[in-house]
């Protein structure tokens, strides 16, 4: 079994920063690509940014140019860098990863999320 586990959510105020972290642990030969979804209140969830495990991102146009995702392959953790936050950004933050358990499978895992809310 892995486990997702995040954290670093909050409140902030509009033009700050927050930085979120997520680590996996458990049975893992391999993670694949990672990243970070985001769901408000009445809302689908939603794409934030992922990673690949060569480093390649790809964001959300919401997110390009304030937020930055990275990630260690050592420690099987991703990040997500927000600046510039506004009230639109509040939201439960998951990340998630594809986790090769073995050479042979692979499957999805997500966390269990973290509230950022941007208030003044």
């Known amino acids: 079994q892995v486990q997702l586990v995040e954290s670093g959510g909050g409140v902030v105020q509009p033009g700050g920063s927050l930085s979120l972290s997520c680590a996996a642990s458990?049975?893992?030969?391999?993670?694949?690509?990672m990243g970070w979804y985001r769901q408000a209140p009445g809302r689908q969830r939603e794409l934030v940014a992922t990673?690949?495990?060569?480093?390649?991102?790809t964001y959300a146009d919401s997110a390009k140019g304030r937020f930055s995702i990275s990630r260690d392959n050592v420690a099987n953790t991703v990040y997500l860098q927000m600046n510039s936050l506004n009230p639109a950004d509040t939201a439960v933050y998951y990340c998630y990863a594809r986790v090769r358990p073995s050479v042979w499978s692979e499957q999805d895992y997500w966390g269990q999320g973290t509230q950022v809310t941007v208030s003044s």
């Open positions: 990673i690949t495990r060569a480093g390649e991102t």
């Open positions: 458990g049975s893992i030969f391999m993670i694949n690509n």
